[in-house]
C-alpha cells in the first residue's frame, strides 16, 4: 500500500487533495480529530509530513512523505460579542473570519503579513505581527487558548476561553512563533475588541531619519496609535520613506489624537487618506511581504531603530522594508542568500537581537532556519521541547536549521 | 536531610542568612493562604545572585529539592516547601539594575518590590503596570512566577505582558537567557518566556528580570457607582465591555466587603446600603478624551440601573477609593479568624449568573462569602471568612470552594485567574484538563527541571497525567 492508500484508507477520500507542482501527497484532515489520527499514523509509519494552511505564506517547499493542510478546518463554533472571545478552527482564512466577526460587531486587532486568506493557524503559528503591534500587542497578546495536535497524534489542549487564565503552564505561548516545531495547532481561542467606530490613517513622506524623529516624538507625546509604521520607498511604492500613523478607537480618543499629531510632525503635514486609500495602503503592505522570496523579523530596543535600519541597508540593501520604531520591530523582505542570512543572524546576535526567518525558499530556510543564535542555554531547551512534543520527527519544520 | 547541608549554606550566605531553628522555619510554613501549611527543614536567604548560584548548586550536586519564594504573599499556597525541601528566599535581592527611560524598560532583580519598582519609574514618567493588591509586598520574582495581574490589568495586561527578558538559574544550576532585550516575541527562538512566566517557580529561578515600562497616564477619572443588587451591578459590566470601553480598572465589591472596608482604617466612603459598587477607571493622555468617555460610562451604568455615579473630585478622593479596594482583603480580616481567598474567573457576560450561584452556595452552607474582584475581567474573587479551628467549618469551606470552582468552570471558566494552582487547586486540575494535557505539561517542566526538584508537588497532579516520555536527559550528578 501506498502512503495515499492508507491515508485514503485512514481519512476517506475527500481528505486527499491533488498534489501540488512537487508530487506529495496532500491531506485536508476534516477535524482535528482527524489530523491526531493522521499524525499518530504518520508517527507509527515514520512519515515525514509538513504543515500547510491555505498555502499563501510559507512556501510549499519542504520535503517530506505528505503534506498535512488545515484548510478544511475552518468552522468558527464559537463568537461572543458580549464577552468579546471567540473560537475558530485553525484552518479559516483571516478574511472569512474577519467578516464574520465585523457581522458581529466585534475585531480581531491583528493585521498579519500575507495575503488576506492565510490562514488563522499560520499567523498563530509564526507569531506574524504586523503594524497593529504597534498598539494591541504582538500575537500572543490576543490568544486566550489553543488546540494543538503533536507530531505523535496526541491532542493537548492549553489556556481556556476567558480574559485571565493561569491554571497550568503556558503552552500556548509555547504555540504562539513555534513555526509548527511543536505541533499542528488546529483550534484558536480568541480575545476580540469592538470594532472601532473612528479608524483613519495619516501618512508622512520624507527622509528616513526625519521620520525616525517624528515617530520619537509621537511617542514621546503620549499619543497612542493602533499602528505607527515607517515604510520603504519601494514597499509603500511612494518616492521617499513614509511614516504611517493609524489612529483607531473611540471617536472622542481619535480626535484628540489627530489635534497631537501635528504638533508632533517636527513641521511635516501629515495627509490624512480616504478610507479607501488607507485599506489598500495597508493591504499593499501586508501583501508586499508574500511576494519576493525571503522574509525575516528582527526585533530591538526602539533606540536602536535606526541603526538596524542601516544595518540592514549594508548588509542586504534597502530592498523592501516596514518598521515600528516605537515597537522595535523590523521586517525586511527580498532576496538573500544563505551566506548572507546567516552572517546577518551572527552579526545581530552580537547585539542581542535575534533574527527570525519567516519565510523562505526551502534551501535557504533548511539551512538558516527559522531560529538560531540562540542566547545561553537556549539550544537544548529548544532541542528537549522538540523532541517531547515530535519525538518521532515527523513534522518537517526547519527550526535552527543545518 | 544531608549533615553537611546546613554548614555548607552557611559558609556560601552566612550564618545569619540561614534559618535553621524551627521557631525561625515555622514563620515560612504559610503563604497569604491559612489553609495550608508545610514546614521547611532549612531557610536559606541569598544576598546576591552569585550567593543564589552557588546555592543552587550545591543543592543540586546533593539532589535537594527546593522552592524559590519572594514576599510570600501568594494565595495558592505555591510558596510553600515541605520537609526535605529547602526554601530559598529571595527578598534580600532587592536592587534595581537599571531603568532606560528612552526605551521604556527596567532590569531588576527577584526580590524588588512590585510598588517599589512603580516609584522608581515615576520620576520617569513610566509605570510598572501590573499591580496586585499585594503590591506594597509582593515582589516581582512572584509575580513572574505566578504571572500576577491586579486592578489595571483590564487595559495594561497582566504580567505576561510586561515581561520581555530573563536570565533564568535552572535546577542543575546551570544559567539561561529568555528573550531579548527588545521583547520581540522569537527571543532567539520560540517564547520561552511566555511559557517560564506563570510556571511558578516549577522551571527554575528568575535572577534577572527585564520588564516593559508603559507611560504615566495624563488624565484619570475615577467613578464610584452603587447598586441595589449584585446581578445588576453585573449586568452593568456587561454593558460598558459591550460598548467597547475599555477602562484601566473595573472593579466590584459587594455588601459584605464595602461594610468591612467602612468598618476598618482604610474606610474609602463606600454606601454601606448598597448590595454592590463598581469603581471604574478610565485613564489616558487627553483630558477631554478621558472625560468624554467617562461620561459615556457614567451614562452606561446609570442606564443599567445604577442608584448614583460619583466622580472622584480628587486625587486625594481617588487614592481613598483605590485603598478601600485594595486594602480590602485586610480589612476582610475583621470578619473572622481566617479568610480563604478564592479565584476563579468567568466569561464576563456570565458574571449575573454566576454571582447569584455563589450567593446561594453561601447560603446553603451558613457561609459568610464577601465578593472583591476584577470585573472587566471576569476575574472573581469569592472571598470564605471562617474559623478554620471549627472542623465542621472548615470542611463546609472546602466543599462550598470547590461547588464555586464547579459553578465558574460549568459557565466556561477556569479555576484560578491570577493566584496560581500551587497545591490549593491541584484537586480542580483535572476539571478542565485531560489526562494528556496535563501530561504534556508535566513533561515541559521535565525539560526544564528533569527531576522535578524546583517547588515539587506543585501546578501539576501527577496521578492525573498520562505518560509523557522525559524528553531531556537527567542531570549527571
Known sequence: ?402 | MFPTLARDLAAIVGETHLRQARAERVTYSMDGLPTHRRVPDLVVLPGSREEVIAVVRLLAALGVPFVPRGAGTGLSGGALADEGSVLLVLTRLNRILEIDKNNRRAVVEPGVVNAKLGAAAKPHGLQYAPDPSSQSACTIGGNVAENAGGPHCLKYGVTANHILALEVLLADGSLVELGSPGGEPGGGGPDLVGVFVGSEGNFGVATKITVRLTPLPRAIRTLLADFSSIRTAGEAVSAIIAAGIVPAALEMMDQSCICAVEDSVYAAGYPRDAAAILLVELDGRDTGAVEAEADAVADLLRKAGARSVRTAASEAERERLWQGRKKAFGAMGRLSRDLVVQDAVVPRSALPHVLDTISTIAKNYGLVVSNVFHAGDGNLHPNISFDATNPTLKHSVEVASAEIMATCIAAGGTITGEHGVGIDKLRYMPLIFDAESLGAMLAVRRVFDPDERVNPGKVVPLHACREWVSARPRAVA
Open chain 1, 1 to 402: 500500500m501506498t502512503i495515499l492508500d492508507k491515508v485514503t484508507a485512514l481519512l476517506g477520500e475527500g481528505a486527499v487533495l491533488e498534489a501540488g507542482t512537487d508530487r506529495v501527497p496532500r491531506v485536508a484532515p476534516g477535524s482535528p480529530d482527524a489530523v491526531a489520527l493522521l499524525l499518530g499514523t504518520a508517527h507509527q509509519e515514520g512519515w515525514r509530513v509538513r504543515i500547510e494552511g491555505a498555502g499563501t505564506w510559507l512556501q510549499s517547499d519542504a520535503p517530506a512523505d505528505l503534506a498535512l493542510t488545515t484548510r478544511r478546518l475552518d468552522r468558527v463554533p464559537a463568537i461572543e460579542p458580549s464577552d468579546l472571545t471567540a473560537t475558530a478552527e485553525a484552518g479559516i482564512g483571516l478574511d472569512q473570519l474577519r467578516q464574520q466577526l465585523a457581522d458581529r460587531g466585534a475585531w480581531l486587532a491583528i493585521d498579519p503579513p500575507g495575503l488576506a486568506g492565510r490562514t488563522l493557524g499560520s499567523v498563530v503559528a509564526t507569531a506574524t505581527a504586523g503594524p497593529l503591534r504597534h498598539g494591541f500587542g504582538p500575537i500572543k497578546d490576543h490568544l486566550l487558548g489553543v488546540t494543538f495536535v503533536t507530531g505523535d497524534g496526541r491532542m493537548v489542549q492549553s489556556g481556556g476561553r476567558v480574559m485571565k487564565n493561569v491554571a497550568g503552564y503556558d503552552l500556548t505561548r509555547l504555540q504562539a512563533g513555534g513555526f509548527g516545531a511543536f505541533g499542528v495547532i488546529v483550534l484558536v481561542h480568541l480575545r476580540l475588541r469592538t470594532l472601532p467606530r473612528a479608524d483613519i490613517t495619516y501618512v508622512l513622506e520624507g527622509a528616513r531619519e526625519d521620520l525616525t524623529q517624528v515617530g520619537e516624538d509621537i511617542a514621546a507625546a503620549g499619543l497612542t496609535p493602533a499602528a505607527l509604521e515607517l515604510v520603504s520607498p519601494a514597499l509603500a511604492r511612494r518616492e521617499r520613506w513614509v511614516l504611517a500613523v493609524r489612529l483607531a478607537g473611540s471617536p472622542a480618543l481619535v480626535a484628540a489624537d489627530e489635534a497631537g499629531l501635528g504638533a508632533a510632525s517636527g513641521g511635516g503635514r501629515f495627509t490624512p487618506l480616504r478610507a479607501e486609500e488607507a485599506h489598500a495602503f495597508w493591504m499593499r503592505l501586508a501583501e508586499g511581504f508574500a511576494v519576493r522570496p525571503v522574509t525575516f523579523r528582527i526585533g530591538g530596543v526602539p533606540t536602536a531603530s535606526d541603526e538596524l535600519l542601516d544595518l540592514l541597508q549594508h548588509q542586504l540593501g534597502d530592498e523592501w522594508i516596514s518598521a515600528s520604531p516605537a515597537a522595535g520591530a523590523i521586517r525586511w523582505t527580498g532576496d538573500a542568500s544563505i551566506d548572507r542570512l546567516q552572517r546577518l543572524r551572527r552579526t545581530l546576535a552580537g547585539l542581542e537581537v535575534p533574527l527570525t526567518l519567516e519565510r523562505a525558499p526551502w534551501p535557504q530556510r533548511g539551512a538558516v532556519g527559522h531560529f538560531g543564535a540562540y542566547r545561553e542555554g537556549v539550544g537544548p531547551l529548544v532541542a528537549g521541547l522538540r523532541r517531547t512534543f515530535d519525538p518521532g520527527g515527523a513534522l518537517v519544520v526547519a527550526t535552527e536549521g543545518t
